[in-house]
């Protein structure tokens, strides 16, 4: 009984401070980017040579975390099954990728990215040596229009492209 009242009053306790900084004022989860990203919630397909969506779905895209981060799953079911989480880290928007290498590289979005696209940039990992192990290490998304998008990434392996390892994808939102 008595493990059953602690446990109620820290449900309550933090219940009541979840938002409290000392300010009273609630944390700012808003960015361009990632309100953009938000947009994005939904399965999309693959895109044949003529833009029109395929039964292959590469992506389901879900709003999570009180709207403060977008998870998306790549390739959902198959053996490289991948994730990536986008949200904010203080002004920047940045994003873990999960990858079917074992790997977890880190990117931020370049302020300086085109009106219509985020262009994400290396900035660190988790179990990889950027100099050699090959791993995800830049990419842009372009927003095309509300039921289309492109993501174009590169790999690095030995602390370079890795030429055959560069694609683009053409996505399209399955309706």
Known sequence: ??????????????????????????????????????????????????????????????VTAGGSTVQETLFPGEAMEMVSVYHRDGTDLVMTHYCALGNQPRMKADPKSAANQIRWVFSGGTNLDPKKDMHMHEGTLTFVDDDHIEFSGVAWVNGKPAEDHCATMKLVRKK
Do not use: C, F, N
């Open 1 to 62: 009984m008595r493990t059953i009242a602690v446990t109620g009053a820290v449900v309550v306790l933090v219940a009541l401070g979840a938002g409290a900084r000392g300010d009273d004022k609630p944390a700012q989860t808003s960015h361009a980017g990632l309100e953009r990203l938000k947009k994005l919630a939904g399965t999309w397909v693959e895109a044949d040579k003529d833009g029109k969506p395929t039964d292959k779905v590469v992506s389901v895209i879900k």
